[in-house]
């Protein structure tokens, strides 16, 4: 890791960050798959991450600020900290995007800060790449339709991704609880790739029998979306993680996750599982990591029904982050500020 003079940081703002092709999939993927393989390795430090809620377990699952720490190793080899507040009524009460984030970088030889820069893109586009990851290895070869569930910004970023990295996808079905919503990303998604058949759908259960990959991006609080709704072969990316029921968990013929520890925790579905003595570790099929390094299979037959339940991880986004950072150092962006 390159890092920048004594006593100085670097820092880049969300326009810094598209400027340096931070809006695309594609150093997201990269930074990504190469995060994922080396927590596989055990090339990385990453405590469980605290959550921060001030109204204790009686507010809404999307209201609290998380500290998301990590050490990546390899040619990575950098420190840092995602620190991403939420309020699931911001946009509707305060006109702005539910999540907020900054990113700090550190040098792991003196532990001193070399960056700081604006993080929700960071963060939404990396959770992207996970799912375009996971698409690579657990969806259908060839696949076409996309059905998403929920249409704020992590969908956007989510479809944005899908459909830079696979060009086979000719059909989006949207549905989200707010029709406007749904009417914008539709908007948009027909603007930016107008190959693709963009559908409206009038029920969640329309959009999710159609899918063959599934994207969930909700704020919701408790699962909508049962076992019985799903298609054989379908990839569901559980990116909002509390979408599906329990029968999803228990009769899906792989579940996979980003990391077991992190999963099995804050009583998400998982961790219910497990205390209830429906899930355990060893009925896990594997971690995403494992996957990409070949340790374990991806998809071995197309009527497979494989769940992935990322949690999010700082490896990620530390990973991402420092992706960027070097990329700005190499074209002279951003704004050096005197600590």
Not at 241 to 254: E, G, N, P, R
Not at 265 to 279: A, C, P, S, T, Y
Not at 313 to 333: F, H, N, P, Q
Request: hydrophobic content about 45%.
């Amino acid at each position: 890791m390159v890092v920048t003079e004594e006593q100085e940081i670097l820092y880049l703002s969300k326009q810094d960050i598209i400027d340096l092709g931070g809006a695309h999939s594609a150093p997201y993927v990269a930074a990504v798959s190469r995060a994922l393989m080396l927590h596989c390795k055990g090339e990385y430090v990453q405590p469980l991450k605290p959550y921060l809620r001030m109204e204790g377990n009686e507010g809404h699952i999307a209201d609290r600020i998380i500290a998301m720490p990590a050490y990546v190793g390899g040619d990575v080899n950098v420190s840092g900290l995602k620190w991403i507040g939420s309020k699931h009524d911001n946009p509707a009460k305060r006109g702005r995007e539910r999540a907020s984030a900054l990113i700090i970088l550190n040098d792991p030889e003196s532990n001193y800060p070399i960056a700081v820069m604006e993080g929700s893109l960071i963060s939404s586009m990396r959770t992207a790449a996970v799912t375009v990851i996971g698409a690579r290895l657990l969806a259908r070869e060839g696949f076409g339709v996309v059905s998403v569930i929920g249409c704020g910004v992590i969908a956007k970023m989510q479809i944005n991704s899908l459909l830079e990295q696979f060009e086979g996808i000719h059909t989006v079905h949207l549905f989200d609880l707010k029709p406007a919503a749904a009417l914008q990303l539709a908007q948009e998604i027909g603007d930016k790739f107008n190959h693709v058949e963009v559908k409206i759908e009038e029920t969640s259960e329309q959009a999710v029998r159609q899918a063959e990959v599934l994207v969930t991006a909700t704020v919701a609080s408790a699962p909508h979306i049962p076992f019985e709704w799903l298609a054989k072969g379908t990839f569901v990316s559980n990116i909002s993680i509390m979408d599906l029921h329990k029968d999803v968990f228990t009769q899906a013929d792989k579940v996979v996750v980003d990391d077991w520890d992190q999963s099995n925790r804050e009583k998400k579905v998982i961790n219910q599982l497990v205390l209830e003595g429906k899930f355990s570790r060893e009925q896990l099929h594997a971690e995403l990591g494992e996957i990409l390094i070949g340790s374990k299979a991806g998809r071995e037959t197309d009527d497979e029904i494989i769940v992935l339940n990322p949690m999010g991880m700082a490896v990620e986004d530390i990973a991402s982050a420092a992706e960027l950072y070097t990329k700005a150092l190499a074209a002279g962006k951003g704004t050096r500020l005197c600590l």
